[in-house]
């Protein structure tokens, strides 16, 4: 089956005529359209070329009255479809992502190709089959978007699908008209039309069209009896009628074509995407069916997909012999009230590894693993089959891991394979046992397949011979060991190529063989030559025999136009590779041939030829203007470049730019002033000096004119609020409110909420100095920390001291035993989970967001509403933004109380009042450390006094709960009644007065 590619007035032109059919008749069951799922009515398909058709020329209908929607003509592009038609999806959706967890009628349409499973035993993995109907979703899809389109672009009549001319896809036989001549399995029955041609030798030929009753007879005019032909096809009905009117009319010949076919009711339930009752077509078959609804979602089975008819036992269809083999023998005619279920997914097995179609497969209860092997299309010739891995469940206990043989003799006892299982064919290890290598100067160096009794001759013939650099007094054989080490056999290749049976070494699987250049084996100088500086091509040369310094030039390209002839420097290296002498020589006598300065040139002699203005100082040619233009930047300085022209290709003066400008100039003395030009002068050249290479042109700007609005903006509970453009400097946040028209009623200015840009809150010297207060701190810290560590120790020690000990530990300043030896040792307490225990943690380090300025700042805005002088009436920058917030009346109060909640509001009450209707401190709570955030985002410590305003949030942070190892007895009091080791005091002493 072929997609049928749709135009987007195609599908509109479905809905329109859909629509119709539900104005039309009342009866119809429309239960696809409801919430549930996406039944389509679909219209009676013509059959045959019996009705009068339009000129091919003008198929496509005009737009319907008063609409502007223009039909373009369907031009052919060879496929059978229109070539100006869009795929079908480019006017859909984008589409929901894969493995949403809703599946179902319920669940949006996923018109993807594939299924990727996210979670669980088949993560990644594709769902087999489920491709298939990718189309069919696609469609289902876009015919539920065009349902909520306006029914005026709808209103145009369908045109009759040929199915002799294009292609028509399975879901478009639901919902329009084909014209095609009538399977020949086709069975009438009630509603069917049928053309009669009746003719005889003695009467004209007559076209009659009769229709088959509810009882499945049809009356022919002139036959007194009706004639059944329901359950019959055309062939039969044909000989029926015409041995009926035999009776009436002498030598009659009567052919008996479809006319219009009827239309069934069938349904679709179970897991398919779009379930429901459909009125279709009576050619419309299983598959169809199943098209049309979008196909089984990923939960839904493609192996028992079950058809109910009346009066008969449910027949199951399996798609896999469709979609493996293209089996359609189960494709079934549908008949009135025909019932298709697809019932959820059974055992499903994942096919991972060396296998040709790796995917996720349903299995029936009585398949082997061999089955679900050959749904997977066999394994590959790199798949191991004697060690095949079976991730599977011993149901109800564990996940197990079997190993399976597969070969030929294990293959007939594969075992059962069993919901979730997870089989994984892994490759054979990619190394080639049965090859030799040679490598280096023959003429193939690579790998060779072994042969018995193979030779170093053989495998070099093998090779081609050998390379004319080849150094044929040694090569090297390295040989494999068992342990995977490599053995070096020294080879005289000279004598293994004459055949030399001491030489010519038999070779074992895996030898590698390495022939060598003479390049490589024995030193022969490095040839070579290097040129740089004022060459067309400065690099590395081959040096010849005869080489001499004009040969080289010529090969790097000659001399550029910017190259200093005068002179050149060669510098030659010494044969132990130290420096040797530097060579000046004349570049252009070298070309002209003088054999003094033409110098021949030695292996790694190094030339230098200079451009002129290396050898010379020369300013770099060019200018720079800055300030009030457009484009500031440094120019490159023509010959007569000016001031005025240097603006101009700049961009031209900005609209802030001052009535004058600074000209500098370079190497002037210190005390020399800057000149001062007006720009006026400048533009009518009256002063418009010609530039120097390094001048410098600073264009002044005017600070009263801006070159953008500055935007403050205010909202909340305002009249008026909005964006404002600040109309002069100096206006402040009570000018914004009186220009927003005031507060509103229920305002609450006392919370008022002031913002401005981080960027503008602190100085670039805070920004940049704000790491290396924080590094510095660190260092603070980290030395803090050793004291107190060291202090730690000395606790634990007298802890230890006081608990029964009657010697002494030698413990570091850390915290760590140390060891000690002879009669002083005290009792080994390295495994004490005393020592272990952390008593002192390092500082902790600041996060990113506690060292970020943040843009809010704390103002009394109903201060600043009263009296215009207070220091909240701040003056307004760009970019500042005030929210006046709605009045509340409670207060909330969150952490460590027993009940976290929102307390209305007493006026006069303080924190204390707040906490007990919150039941209270928690037994962890650190009441010292309380907070309360003010609405205008300051944060005060609270106190049980504190005072609690309209709108705060008081936070009861949690503590630490400590106890504390040592009592309130002095700490040096216990060490010097119980430390005996002299050595250890004294440590102790000097780290606690660093």
Do not use: C, H
């Not at 005019?221 to 009436?248: D, H, M, Y």
């Not at 200079?610 to 009030?628: C, K, L």
């Not at 943040?854 to 005030?882: C, H, M, S, T, Y």
């Amino acid at each position: 089956m072929r997609a049928f590619s749709l135009t987007r007035r195609s599908l509109k032109v479905l809905v329109g005529v859909t629509l119709s059919v539900f104005t039309g008749l009342g009866s119809v069951n429309a239960a696809g359209l409801g919430p549930q799922s996406l039944g389509w009515l679909a219209v009676t398909a013509q059959v045959g070329n019996q009705k009068k058709q339009e000129d091919p020329k003008k198929q496509t209908e005009p737009p319907t009255k008063g609409s502007d929607q223009k039909v373009p003509p369907q031009k052919s592009n060879g496929n059978g479809n229109g070539g100006e038609q869009k795929k079908l999806g480019e006017d859909t959706p984008p589409a929901m992502k894969p493995n949403d967890n809703r599946v179902g009628p319920n669940a949006p349409v996923d018109p993807t190709p594939k299924y990727i499973f996210r979670t669980g035993p088949f993560e990644g993995m594709e769902l087999f089959g489920y491709s298939y109907f990718s189309s069919a979703r696609a469609l289902v899809e876009y015919r539920r978007r065009l349902l909520t389109e306006p029914l005026k672009e709808l209103a145009v009549k369908p045109n009759p699908v040929e199915a002799t001319q294009g292609v028509v896809d399975p879901a478009v036989t639901g919902f329009v008209n084909v014209q095609t001549p009538a399977p020949d399995r086709y069975l009438l029955g009630p509603g069917d039309k049928l053309k009669l041609r009746i003719s005889s030798p003695t009467r004209a030929a007559e076209n009659v069209v009769i229709q088959v009753d509810t009882r499945g007879y049809v009356v022919v005019p002139g036959v007194s009896k009706p004639i059944l032909v329901r359950g019959q096809n055309l062939v039969a009905a044909e000989k029926a009628i015409a041995r009926e009117l035999g009776r009436v009319i002498r030598d009659a010949e009567v052919i008996v074509t479809l006319d219009e076919l009827r239309t069934i009711s069938i349904s679709v339930v179970g897991e398919v995407v779009a379930q429901g009752n459909y009125q279709v077509p009576s050619v419309m078959t299983l598959f169809n069916a199943l098209y049309l609804a979008g196909g089984p979602t990923p939960l839904g089975s493609m192996r028992r997909i079950e058809l109910r008819r009346a009066n008969a036992a449910p027949k199951t269809i399996d798609l896999y012999g469709l979609l493996l083999r293209g089996d359609s023998s189960q494709d079934v005619p549908l008949m009135p009230g025909d019932l298709i279920l697809v019932p959820t997914a059974g055992n499903r097995v994942a096919m991972k590894g060396e296998v040709r179609r790796p995917a996720v497969y349903e299995t029936l209860p009585t398949e082997r693993l061999d089955d679900a092997l050959g749904y997977a299309g066999g394994a590959e010739p790199s798949a191991i089959l004697d060690r095949v891995q079976v991730e599977s469940y011993d149901p109800g206990k564990e996940k197990i891991l079997l190993n399976v043989d597969l070969t030929a003799r294990a293959a007939k006892s594969s075992p059962f394979v069993r919901s979730n299982d997870v089989v994984t064919f892994f490759p054979v290890r990619d190394t080639l046992l049965n090859a030799v290598s040679v490598t280096g100067s023959v003429d193939q160096p690579r790998e060779y397949p072994y042969e018995s009794k193979m030779t170093v001759a053989d495998l070099i013939t093998k090779a081609r011979g050998l390379m004319k650099d080849a150094y044929i007094e040694r090569a090297d054989l390295y040989r494999l060991n068992d342990d995977l080490t490599e053995t070096l056999l020294r080879v005289d290749l000279k004598k293994a190529l004459e055949r030399d049976p001491d030489a010519n070494l038999t070779l074992k699987p895996r030898d590698r063989l390495v022939v060598y250049s003479l390049r490589t084996a024995q030193f022969i100088g490095e040839r070579r030559v290097e040129i740089i500086g004022a060459v067309q091509r400065p690099g590395t040369y081959n040096r010849v025999d005869g080489l001499r310094l004009a040969d080289l030039v010529l090969q790097a390209g000659g001399l550029l136009p910017e190259a200093f002839g005068e002179y050149a420097f060669i510098r030659r290296r010494n044969d132990d590779g130290s420096e040797g002498p530097l060579i000046r020589v004349s570049l252009i006598g070298a070309i002209k041939g003088n054999a003094q300065d033409n110098v021949l040139l030695t292996d790694r002699d190094r030339v230098t030829v200079f451009r002129a203005d290396e050898t010379q100082y020369r300013p770099e040619q060019s200018v720079t203007i800055v300030g009030a233009v457009q484009r500031p930047g440094t120019y490159p300085r023509s010959s007569n470049l000016t001031i005025k022209d240097l603006i101009d290709l700049a961009g031209g003066l900005l609209p802030n730019a001052a009535n004058a400008l600074e000209y500098a100039k370079p190497l002037k003395k210190e005390n020399e002033a800057s000149s001062k030009i007006e720009i006026a002068d400048v533009i009518t050249s009256r002063n418009n000096p010609v530039l120097a290479d390094g001048d410098v042109v600073s264009v002044l700007a005017d600070s009263d004119i801006l070159l953008k609005p500055i935007l403050v903006s205010i909202s909340g509970r305002v009249k008026q609020p909005g964006v404002y453009a600040i109309r002069r400097k100096g206006e402040r946040i009570s000018d914004l409110v009186k220009r927003a028209g005031g507060l509103m009623t229920d305002a609450w200015s006392e919370g008022a909420q002031f913002t401005r840009d981080p960027d503008r809150l602190s100085t670039d010297a805070q920004i940049r100095l704000t790491p290396r207060v924080q590094e510095i701190l660190k260092t603070v810290q980290s030395q803090e920390y050793i004291r107190a560590l060291a202090k730690s120790d000395i606790d634990k020690i007298r802890v230890l001291q006081k608990s029964g000990q009657s010697g002494l530990p030698n413990i570091g300043l850390t915290g760590a035993m140390m060891p000690q030896t002879g009669a002083a040792a005290g009792p080994d307490l390295s495994d004490s989970t005393l020592l272990k225990r952390e008593t002192v943690t390092p500082a902790r380090e600041l996060s990113a967001n506690e060292l970020e300025t943040f843009g809010n700042v704390p103002l009394r805005v109903d201060q600043a509403l009263k009296n215009e002088k207070v220091r909240d009436n701040i003056e307004l920058q760009d970019g500042d933004i005030l929210y006046i917030p709605e009045r509340p009346n409670t207060v909330s109060i969150k952490g460590a109380v027993i009940l976290p909640s929102n307390v209305l509001f007493v006026p006069g009450r303080d924190l204390r009042y707040y906490t007990d209707r919150s039941g209270g401190y928690t037994q962890d709570a650190d009441q010292r450390e309380v907070l309360v955030i003010r609405a205008t985002g300051t944060i005060i410590k609270g106190r049980p006094s504190t005072r609690i305003e309209l709108g705060d949030t008081i936070f009861v942070p949690t503590k630490v709960m400590v106890a504390r190892l040592t009592e309130s007895k002095s700490t040096f009091e216990e060490i010097f009644n119980t430390v005996l080791n002299t050595g250890l005091f004294i440590a102790i002493i000097r780290s606690l007065t660093r």
